[in-house]
């Protein structure tokens, strides 16, 4: 049996999450609660003919920034300097790309027109960033997601010219390790992520990662 939300902003432990990760249903995507959610690990994903969907998965997928991974086959383009990075430059571009942007093996895509404006509320109020990866005046990558205290938490990318997603990542990674962030989740694996390091970690220490990191009004 799942939890359903109403009006009220609030959600169950996730102590109490489903095998599947799922959390809960229902609710909406006001900043407020989206702030709550992310202040526990929790983050909505669903599709348009679907109610929103809150998941919490355990054990959680996630990459350190100090550790991250650089292929081999990037080196070439760091040394280089293939692309061009920026942040925070163009925060819905990069939003509506990766949600226009065609991806293999998928038919279309969970971020809708809601997730495009509350998540551009979130980055005006300080609370989500990007990264815009440029080939002299062209955007050709980028990514974006929520920024609580020393916590990313990776949303989507995309790409429009060779690995410049993973030169934005790599990019960021650097700069969060620089800047004492303890870990960016990535929410659920696949081998472009783990190409970049990423590693599951258990539920209870990702819980023990937030409590220590997150801002500390939200303590």
């Known amino acids: 049996m799942y ?6 902003i609030s959600f169950p432990h996730p102590e109490v999450v ?28 669903y599709n348009d003919n679907e109610p929103i969907i809150w998941w919490c998965p355990k054990p959680r997928y996630v990459i350190f920034p100090d550790k991250v991974n650089v292929p081999k086959s990037m080196n070439a383009y760091f040394n280089q300097k293939k692309y061009q990075v920026t942040y925070n430059r163009h925060f819905t571009d990069v939003v509506r790309f990766c949600q226009l942007t ?29 990264v815009e990866v440029w080939d002299s005046n062209e955007l050709v990558g980028g990514l974006y997601g929520v920024n609580l205290g020393k916590v990313f938490f990776g949303e989507s990318m995309f790409s429009l010219k060779s690995n410049a997603s993973k030169f934005g990542f ?16 990535c929410q659920q694996p696949n081998p472009y992520l783990q190409s970049l ?22 303590r």
């Open 18 to 45: 489903k095998p599947s990760g799922i959390l809960a249903i229902g609710g909406n995507l006001s900043i407020d609660r989206l702030l709550l959610a992310y202040h526990f690990g929790i983050f909505p994903w």
């Open 197 to 218: 390091g990423g590693e599951f970690i258990e539920g209870n220490d990702f819980q023990t990662i937030l409590r220590k990191n997150r801002m500390e009004w939200l």
């Open 3 to 8: 939890y359903f939300l109403d009006d009220n």
């Open 170 to 185: 790599i990019s960021l990674a650097r700069r969060l390790a620089e800047e004492g962030y303890a870990v960016i989740d």
């Open 102 to 130: 065609p991806r293999n093996g998928q038919d279309g895509t969970w971020i809708n027109d809601d997730i495009v404006l509350s998540y551009s509320r979130l980055h005006e109020m300080g609370y989500a960033m990007s």
